[in-house]
């Protein structure tokens, strides 16, 4: 069974990968380099998870229905061909450095209470 480190992992991975499915749908996310390098920094986390659970096959249905949540995320991403930093070209207007797709690995790296590769 997942201990509460890795289950706290899992649900957080599963949170932020449902962030990102929603910034999706945004107009100015969507099409921003920084949600693109965010959804590749969230895959290597999802990465190094999977290859722990892997070798721990003994995980609850709960905990494995959020495993299929993320790889449908995952496979739904669209990445587009021409993304820029929607921020340097002065299009976002959220305030000073806020970034709602970096938001969210802060987020997760408190969970995890680790460094998550910064975009």
């Known amino acids: ?10 649900r957080g991975l599963s949170f932020v990968f449902g962030v990102l ?16 390098e965010s959804i590749d920094v969230a895959r290597d986390e999802f990465i190094d998870f999977e290859k722990f659970v892997r070798n721990n096959q003994d995980i609850s249905k709960e905990m494995r229905r959020l495993l299929f949540g993320i790889y449908g995320a995952l496979s739904n991403f669209k ?4 993304p820029i ?4 070209a002065g299009n976002c207007t959220l305030p000073g ?3 709602l797709p970096m938001s969210v690995l802060s987020m997760y ?3 995890g209470n680790k460094e998550v590769s910064k975009v």
């Open 97 to 99: 450095k806020v970034c």
């Open 21 to 36: 499915s929603c910034l999706q749908d945004d107009p100015l996310c969507s099409t921003c380099r920084l949600f693109i």
């Open 1 to 10: 069974m997942l201990k509460e480190k890795e289950m706290n992992s899992l």
């Open 109 to 111: 790296a408190q969970i």
């Open 79 to 82: 990445i587009p061909d021409q």
């Open 85 to 88: 930093v929607q921020k340097e």
